[in-house]
């Protein structure tokens, strides 16, 4: 049991547990303003079900189950001691099980403990970089749990058969004990010495959670929390009419918002983002896992330099930017902003987003892209594709075909519009897949149209790779179209 006195090292734990956290939470408050949207219930359901349950986690089972024996051992000694200050006995139908599910967790645990640390030290996949920092949390976490069930079979050793327990680990490293043949005096006394042991232990765990790799424990559930729920893929759109605005994506770490700061704190470097994403496996200068974590890096950093100068009223010096000197040009550009490596971060980390508001800001505010991009971005100007084929031709597919145009047909109602896009128009092994469709619409009795030489680039190849400016005229200019010949539904493929 806790004594009185132990009340203070408790206090003094979580002080510095609270004060840690809340110098971490500073740094994300130099980002800019982000307004979260979307209902509540969505957003307790993800950090129920894939923080809690671990079900994104487990889709890399190995892996992901030694993580959930890993929270379940970090739960079960945290739960014992707060449960076991408090001065009533269980009743043995509740005690029971609940002292072999804690005895079970702990085993389990302790095997997780020790096969994690085999897989990051010997067998060593290379998505993972081994640091102190993980080591020294995993042989913590290793010494809480061995120290907490000694503790249990001393306990169990010095008082023989408990009505209330029912632990077979325990059990067993108390008969252990017994055939030692230690004195009761003596067992009590190595169990006083455990138990101060195992107290210290927990709350140097508590205590240093905030300045560790432990610190996801706090980050992670709340990115899953506040995890954007718009549709995958949508972008946040820039106004670029805001007089008010001294540049247009992102140079400086200050200027991610603090959603995104948010998200460098959240990263476990799990590595399944660098396993998943296309341009990593074909051996391009791209790892995600990189990009995160340089960029918290340098947050850790940047920001207390920031908060210290807001605070005696200084202006700081202009760190360098952040593309070629803690972002390289090539990783920037190398990215194909596919999303694999979001659909499989177990904590919902926002690579693209942070990817793109760079890429903006190096194409809007200084010119710089690939030389590649320079024939592209005339091509989306100049005749809407960025292959800058003549216009004309982008209804020559179905000259063969019975697909009405809208221009040719004034004044006659459709279903919908069939919006065929660039890749389809122009190239012949996709227009096969547009002339599928439109049989398929057909066959269907749908009454559809396409806009034929009206219809312009969606535009999303400009804004993928940061062109906004680009991407608003030629979406605009599509919209336009629409409200000219009252379009309400629309088909892409």
């Keep these: ?60 089972f190995f892996p992901g189950l030694l993580h959930l024996l890993l929270f379940l051992g970090v739960l079960m000694p945290l739960t014992v001691i707060v449960v076991t200050q ?13 002292s072999l599910v804690l005895d079970l967790i702990a085993l389990a645990a302790i095997a997780g403990v020790v096969l994690t640390i085999y897989r990051r030290y010997v067998s060593r996949p290379p998505r ?58 003596t067992k009590g006394l190595m169990a006083i010495i455990v138990f101060r042991i195992h107290f210290v232990l927990v709350l140097v765990f508590i205590a240093t959670i905030p300045f560790s790799k432990l610190f996801h424990i706090v980050s992670s559930p709340m990115n899953m929390l506040f995890r954007s729920l718009e549709p995958k893929g949508a972008l946040n759109l820039l ?31 799990c590595g399944r983002c660098q396993d998943h994403c296309p341009a990593h496996l074909t051996e391009k200068p791209l790892s995600p896992k990189k990009v995160i974590n340089d960029l918290k890096d340098h947050m850790s ?83 809407s594709n960025p292959w800058g084929m003549g216009r004309d031709a982008r209804a020559d597919w179905v000259k063969e075909l019975n697909v009405p145009i809208l221009s040719e047909i004034p004044g006659e109602k459709i279903d919908l519009l069939f919006f065929v896009g660039c890749i389809r128009s122009y190239d012949d092994r996709n227009k096969k897949v547009a002339e599928a469709m439109t049989r398929i619409l057909d066959h269907l009795g749908i009454k559809f149209a396409i806009l034929g030489m009206e ?19 030629l979406a605009q200019a599509n919209i336009e179209t629409f409200k000219r010949y009252q379009i309400s539904h629309i088909l892409t493929t």
């Design 1 to 60: 049991m806790i004594k009185t006195f132990d009340v203070f090292f408790i206090l003094l734990a979580l002080m510095v547990f609270i004060w840690g956290i809340s110098r971490r939470f500073r740094l994300w408050r130099v980002g800019q303003e982000y307004e979260l949207s979307g209902p509540t219930g969505p957003r307790i359901k993800s950090l129920l079900v894939e923080g809690i349950a671990h079900k994104r986690i487990l889709q890399d």
């Design 86 to 98: 408090f001065m009533f006995a269980l009743p043995p139908w509740i005690a029971r099980p609940l």
């Design 128 to 185: 993972l970089d081994n640091r102190l920092d993980d080591l020294s949390a995993l042989v913590l976490i290793l010494l809480i749990l061995l120290t907490g069930i000694f503790l249990e079979g001393l306990r169990l050793s010095v008082i023989g058969n408990d009505v209330r327990t029912w632990a077979p680990v325990g059990q067993a490293l108390a008969a252990l004990l017994n055939l030692v043949g230690l004195s009761t005096s």
């Design 239 to 269: 106004d670029l009419e805001d007089e008010e605005a001294e540049s247009f994506g992102v140079t400086k770490i200050e200027e991610f918002n603090w959603k995104q700061l948010m998200d460098l704190d959240a990263c476990t470097q």
């Design 301 to 383: 950093l940047r920001a207390p330099q920031l908060i210290k100068a807001q605070a005696k009223g200084n202006d700081l010096e202009d760190a360098p930017p952040l593309v070629g000197n803690i972002i390289q040009e090539d990783e920037l550009w190398t990215c194909t902003t596919c999303r694999s490596c979001m659909d499989h971060c177990p904590v919902y980390i926002e690579h693209v987003d942070k990817i793109l508001d760079m890429r903006r800001y190096q194409v809007l505010m200084e010119s710089k892209f690939p030389e590649e991009l320079t024939a592209a971005f005339k091509g989306l100007e100049n005749n």
């Design 455 to 473: 219809e312009g680039c969606c535009g999303d190849p400009a804004r993928r790779v940061g062109n906004e400016y680009l991407y608003q005229i």
